[in-house]
């Protein structure tokens, strides 16, 4: 399996518990040669959530920067009731929307996390679901996963899950891979970085990719234009800039 040069995940000091900026995000991905990042900073009901004013003020942030092409997008919060914190003034400016369920959602039981993960999909404005092997928050995972490949929503497989956070989950996340492999679900990959060194940082996820027999041909990181498509596929509208830039 390749190495994947694209990382759909990470933060920046506008989450308070991250620790780099944006600007150090991009010339860390310029010098290590990585062609895109999404800048997707958690929602705001998470304690220490970026402010709204963050999300539609993305729209500052060049398509391309130094070279390294940047989504404006979001991580928001998954509710009890599967809604998502993401400021509706800031939707239409939003490249890809990521959710997954945070500290500032009190974890219930493993029918009610599915059912918040299935109502979240029919409202049809999350993308890609993140690091749904923590342990805090355990679903079906098989009736999650056929759910999100009838709605084409992609599932994270999440390179700090059980390195810098979440503990616990390696099996979790094992088991999703090996569903999702069977399945075929669109599958993304992101470190989560909260920190400049660890963005696209893939190195602890390479073995759950292959024995859940994940296939390169489901990973949107795969290639810009994957990643575009996808991204259209789901209502978003074409990035010219980026489609020029990586003449696809």
């Known amino acids: 399996m390749q190495d994947f040069n694209i990382d759909l995940?990470?933060?920046?000091?506008?989450?308070?518990?991250?620790?780099?900026?944006?600007?150090?995000?991009?010339?860390?991905?310029?010098?290590?040669h990585i062609s895109m990042i999404a800048c997707t900073d958690h929602g705001p009901d998470l304690e220490d959530g970026a402010h709204p004013w963050h999300f539609h003020n993305l729209k500052v942030v060049p398509r391309v920067c130094e070279g390294v092409a940047v989504l404006r997008g979001i991580e928001a919060n998954i509710r009890?009731?599967?809604?998502?914190?993401?400021?509706?003034?800031?939707?239409?400016?939003?490249?890809?929307?990521?959710?997954g369920f945070h500290p500032c959602t009190a974890p219930m039981d493993i029918e009610r996390h599915t059912l918040a993960?299935?109502?979240?999909?029919?409202?049809?404005?999350?993308?890609?679901?993140?690091?749904?092997?923590?342990?805090?928050?355990?679903?079906?995972y098989e009736e999650m996963l056929l759910y999100a490949k009838e709605h084409h929503v992609a599932i994270e497989i999440n390179s700090s899950s059980d390195i810098n956070t979440r503990m616990g989950s390696t099996q979790n996340c094992k088991e999703i891979?090996?569903?999702?492999?069977?399945i075929g679900n669109i599958i993304s990959l992101g470190s989560d970085a909260h920190i400049c060194y660890y963005i696209a940082n893939f190195e602890s996820i390479k073995e759950i990719l292959k024995e859940g027999n994940i296939k390169?041909?489901?990973?949107?990181?795969?290639?810009?234009?994957?990643?575009?498509?996808?991204?259209?596929?789901?209502?978003?509208?074409?990035?010219?800039?980026?489609?020029?830039?990586?003449?696809?």
Do not use: W
Not at 84 to 95: I, N
């Open 80 to 99: 009890n009731d599967g809604s998502v914190d993401v400021p509706l003034r800031a939707l239409p400016m939003l490249d890809i929307i990521l959710a």
């Open 216 to 248: 390169e041909e489901q990973i949107i990181n795969r290639s810009p234009k994957a990643v575009l498509d996808f991204l259209e596929s789901r209502g978003h509208k074409r990035i010219e800039e980026l489609r020029s830039f990586f003449k696809c």
């Open 9 to 32: 995940h990470t933060h920046t000091l506008s989450s308070d518990h991250a620790y780099s900026t944006i600007v150090e995000n991009i010339h860390y991905a310029r010098e290590h």
């Open 177 to 182: 891979a090996r569903l999702a492999g069977k």
């Open 117 to 140: 993960y299935k109502k979240l999909m029919d409202d049809a404005r999350v993308d890609v679901i993140t690091h749904p092997g923590d342990v805090r928050y355990p679903c079906c």
